[in-house]
């Protein structure tokens, strides 16, 4: 077993760069949700010709968009209020 000197003159590996490492990972996150969003929307919307749910999918894929995107976020909310309306909840 190594002495404590030894194990003091070892040099410790430099830390990571944290402002790097925070981009990486935010810009990671962001092109994740982008894909997963964008997959599932453009499933519910083939789902409107084909067999399936859409009217569950397209707004999945729009929650899961509207953690990234406000402009997701503000077609989301149009289509609760529109579907609100049309089903005449207020």
Do not use: C
């Amino acid at each position: 077993m190594p002495s404590s000197s030894a194990r003091r003159l070892a040099p410790e590996p430099p830390p990571p760069p944290r402002g790097l490492t925070l981009w990486v990972l935010r810009h990671l996150k962001r092109v994740i949700v982008t894909v997963i969003g964008a997959t599932v929307l453009l499933m519910g919307v083939a789902m409107i010709v084909l067999p399936g749910p859409a009217f569950v999918v397209i707004p999945l894929g729009l929650g899961i968009l509207a953690l990234e995107f406000a402009w997701a976020e503000r077609m989301l909310h149009r289509l609760k209020v529109e579907s609100s309306r049309i089903l005449g909840r207020q």
